[in-house]
Protein backbone atom coordinates (compact mmCIF):
# COMPACT_ATOMS: atom_id res chain seq x y z
CA UNK A 1 0.00 0.00 0.00
CA UNK A 2 1.63 2.97 -1.46
CA UNK A 3 -0.63 5.98 -0.07
CA UNK A 4 -2.95 6.05 2.59
CA UNK A 5 -5.86 9.18 2.91
CA UNK A 6 -7.94 9.54 6.00
CA UNK A 7 -10.35 12.03 6.88
CA UNK A 8 -11.37 12.97 10.65
CA UNK A 9 -14.99 14.88 9.57
CA UNK A 10 -16.37 17.65 11.40
CA UNK A 11 -19.60 19.33 10.93
CA UNK A 12 -17.91 22.53 9.64
CA UNK A 13 -14.29 21.97 9.31
CA UNK A 14 -12.19 18.22 8.69
CA UNK A 15 -8.97 16.96 9.17
CA UNK A 16 -7.18 15.00 6.69
CA UNK A 17 -3.75 13.16 6.79
CA UNK A 18 -2.07 11.33 3.77
CA UNK A 19 0.65 9.06 4.76
CA UNK A 20 3.46 7.45 2.52
CA UNK A 21 6.00 4.54 2.79
CA UNK A 22 6.38 3.48 6.56
CA UNK A 23 3.17 5.85 7.60
CA UNK A 24 5.38 8.55 6.97
CA UNK A 25 2.65 12.33 6.89
CA UNK A 26 3.01 13.30 3.46
CA UNK A 27 0.31 16.09 3.63
CA UNK A 28 -2.02 16.92 6.98
CA UNK A 29 -4.53 19.36 7.78
CA UNK A 30 -7.60 20.84 8.70
CA UNK A 31 -9.82 22.57 6.24
CA UNK A 32 -13.29 23.58 6.05
CA UNK A 33 -15.51 20.92 4.43
CA UNK A 34 -16.16 22.71 1.10
CA UNK A 35 -12.82 22.95 0.53
CA UNK A 36 -11.94 19.06 1.30
CA UNK A 37 -14.66 17.71 -0.81
CA UNK A 38 -13.29 20.06 -3.65
CA UNK A 39 -10.05 18.70 -3.10
CA UNK A 40 -10.98 15.33 -3.03
CA UNK A 41 -12.92 15.76 -6.59
CA UNK A 42 -10.82 17.49 -8.36
CA UNK A 43 -7.40 15.46 -7.70
CA UNK A 44 -5.21 18.31 -6.39
CA UNK A 45 -1.40 17.80 -6.85
CA UNK A 46 -0.10 16.09 -3.42
CA UNK A 47 -3.57 14.55 -2.49
CA UNK A 48 -3.32 11.12 -4.53
CA UNK A 49 -4.33 7.93 -2.92
CA UNK A 50 -4.64 3.90 -3.28
CA UNK A 51 -6.66 3.83 -0.29
CA UNK A 52 -9.14 5.80 1.59
CA UNK A 53 -10.59 5.68 4.82
CA UNK A 54 -13.19 7.85 7.37
CA UNK A 55 -14.21 7.88 10.94
CA UNK A 56 -17.41 7.25 11.27
CA UNK A 57 -19.45 8.04 13.80
CA UNK A 58 -20.96 5.45 16.34
CA UNK A 59 -24.52 5.89 18.64
CA UNK A 60 -23.08 4.77 22.23
CA UNK A 61 -26.76 5.29 23.65
CA UNK A 62 -26.51 9.06 24.57
CA UNK A 63 -28.34 11.97 22.59
CA UNK A 64 -26.69 13.46 20.00
CA UNK A 65 -26.82 17.40 18.84
CA UNK A 66 -27.00 18.54 15.41
CA UNK A 67 -23.47 18.81 15.16
CA UNK A 68 -23.11 15.23 14.78
CA UNK A 69 -26.03 14.74 12.04
CA UNK A 70 -24.31 17.26 9.70
CA UNK A 71 -20.75 15.70 10.33
CA UNK A 72 -22.59 12.38 9.12
CA UNK A 73 -23.97 14.58 6.13
CA UNK A 74 -19.82 14.99 5.37
CA UNK A 75 -19.17 11.44 5.79
CA UNK A 76 -21.99 10.43 2.73
CA UNK A 77 -20.69 13.66 0.64
CA UNK A 78 -16.65 12.69 1.23
CA UNK A 79 -17.40 8.60 0.44
CA UNK A 80 -19.68 9.70 -2.90
CA UNK A 81 -16.97 12.13 -3.93
CA UNK A 82 -14.52 9.26 -3.19
CA UNK A 83 -15.98 5.95 -4.71
CA UNK A 84 -16.69 8.43 -7.62
CA UNK A 85 -13.31 9.42 -8.07
CA UNK A 86 -11.60 5.98 -7.59
CA UNK A 87 -14.41 3.66 -8.09
CA UNK A 88 -14.20 1.92 -4.82
CA UNK A 89 -15.82 3.27 -1.28
CA UNK A 90 -13.72 4.63 1.71
CA UNK A 91 -13.38 2.25 4.88
CA UNK A 92 -15.83 3.60 7.49
CA UNK A 93 -14.19 3.47 10.89
CA UNK A 94 -15.14 3.68 13.92
CA UNK A 95 -12.62 5.69 16.81
CA UNK A 96 -13.01 3.27 19.32
CA UNK A 97 -10.80 0.71 16.59
CA UNK A 98 -8.52 3.09 16.37
CA UNK A 99 -7.90 4.10 20.17
CA UNK A 100 -8.22 0.10 20.93
CA UNK A 101 -5.18 -0.77 18.01
CA UNK A 102 -2.47 2.49 18.95
CA UNK A 103 -3.44 2.27 22.77
CA UNK A 104 -5.45 -1.26 23.55
CA UNK A 105 -7.50 0.03 25.60
CA UNK A 106 -11.26 1.39 24.64
CA UNK A 107 -11.37 4.35 27.28
CA UNK A 108 -8.07 6.16 25.38
CA UNK A 109 -8.14 9.85 24.69
CA UNK A 110 -7.17 11.62 22.09
CA UNK A 111 -3.84 12.82 24.23
CA UNK A 112 -3.27 8.85 24.73
CA UNK A 113 -3.59 8.20 21.01
CA UNK A 114 -1.72 11.07 20.29
CA UNK A 115 1.62 9.93 22.66
CA UNK A 116 1.17 6.45 21.76
CA UNK A 117 2.31 8.06 17.97
CA UNK A 118 5.10 10.57 19.55
CA UNK A 119 6.29 7.23 21.00
CA UNK A 120 5.75 4.89 17.51
CA UNK A 121 7.48 7.17 14.87
CA UNK A 122 9.16 9.79 16.97
CA UNK A 123 11.00 8.41 19.99
CA UNK A 124 13.02 10.83 22.04
CA UNK A 125 12.28 14.13 20.17
CA UNK A 126 11.50 17.40 21.61
CA UNK A 127 8.35 19.13 21.04
CA UNK A 128 6.20 15.74 20.37
CA UNK A 129 7.87 15.32 17.11
CA UNK A 130 6.83 18.50 15.77
CA UNK A 131 10.54 19.87 15.69
CA UNK A 132 10.53 23.87 14.81
CA UNK A 133 10.12 25.91 11.72
CA UNK A 134 13.66 25.89 10.92
CA UNK A 135 14.03 21.80 11.19
CA UNK A 136 10.63 20.35 11.22
CA UNK A 137 9.95 16.83 12.84
CA UNK A 138 8.21 13.76 11.59
CA UNK A 139 4.94 15.54 13.13
CA UNK A 140 5.20 18.76 11.93
CA UNK A 141 2.03 21.04 11.62
CA UNK A 142 0.16 18.34 13.69
CA UNK A 143 -2.61 19.67 16.64
CA UNK A 144 -6.17 18.83 17.63
CA UNK A 145 -7.75 16.81 15.14
CA UNK A 146 -5.38 16.30 12.38
CA UNK A 147 -3.81 13.51 15.33
CA UNK A 148 -6.88 12.11 14.99
CA UNK A 149 -6.81 11.63 10.79
CA UNK A 150 -3.40 10.58 11.24
CA UNK A 151 -3.63 7.72 13.99
CA UNK A 152 -7.01 6.37 11.43
CA UNK A 153 -4.64 6.39 8.61
CA UNK A 154 -1.60 4.92 10.41
CA UNK A 155 -4.35 1.92 11.30
CA UNK A 156 -5.56 1.52 7.95
CA UNK A 157 -2.31 0.86 6.69
CA UNK A 158 -1.21 -1.17 9.75
CA UNK A 159 -4.61 -3.48 9.54
CA UNK A 160 -3.95 -3.44 5.50
CA UNK A 161 -0.70 -5.16 6.07
CA UNK A 162 -1.90 -7.84 8.49
Known sequence: ???????????????????????????????????????LGHMPLGLDFDHAAIEMVASYGMAVGAEVFDTCVWIGRYAE??????????????RLQVKVHHCHDSRAKDSNIAQ?????????????GKGTTAQPGFFHGFKADIWQAYALAVYVADTKQE
Do not use: W
Open 1 to 39: MTHVLAIDPGPVESAYALIGEGCRPVRAAKVPNAQLLDD
Open 116 to 128: ALVDRFAPGQPNR
Open 81 to 94: TIRRRTGTDPELVK
